[in-house]
């Protein structure tokens, strides 16, 4: 039985953890729509009788906002006890385990 406590920091955790999904998921489809429209102004350079500089200053604007939405997501992706980023493996690894039991800093059960 767990205590309430430990209830809350699990809620919290799990929410953190679907806002970190959601940004990757995000992140991922501007990512994927800026190389797409990259692609497309290639091939039509007048597509919808608009300029090559503005169709490249969008999949630029696309591809920029899908790197601040991962890395938000990121750096919000923290233990609700101690606050630190729960990375995989070790402080120079850039990945996060996705759901872990228990923080590796602080120990509290997340899960």
């Known amino acids: 039985m767990s205590s309430p406590r430990e209830e809350?920091?699990?809620?919290?955790?799990q929410r953190r953890?679907?806002?970190?999904?959601?940004?990757f998921a995000l992140a991922m489809v501007l990512i994927g729509l800026g190389l797409g429209l990259r692609q497309l102004i290639d091939s039509y350079p007048n597509f919808l009788g608009i300029g090559v500089n503005t169709w490249r200053a969008l999949s630029?604007?696309?591809?920029?906002?899908?790197v601040v939405f991962a890395v938000t997501g990121f750096n919000q992706y923290k233990c609700p006890v101690c606050d630190k980023i729960l990375r995989a493996h070790d402080k120079y690894y850039l990945g996060v385990a996705i759901n872990p039991d228990k923080c590796?800093?602080?120990g509290a059960r997340l899960s």
């Not at 809350?8 to 955790?13: K, L, T």
């Not at 953890?17 to 940004?23: P, V």
């Not at 630029?60 to 899908?66: D, W, Y």
């Open 8 to 13: 809350r920091v699990i809620e919290e955790f």
């Open 17 to 23: 953890r679907q806002t970190l999904l959601r940004n």
């Open 60 to 66: 630029i604007a696309q591809l920029i906002s899908g």
């Open 104 to 106: 590796p800093h602080c």
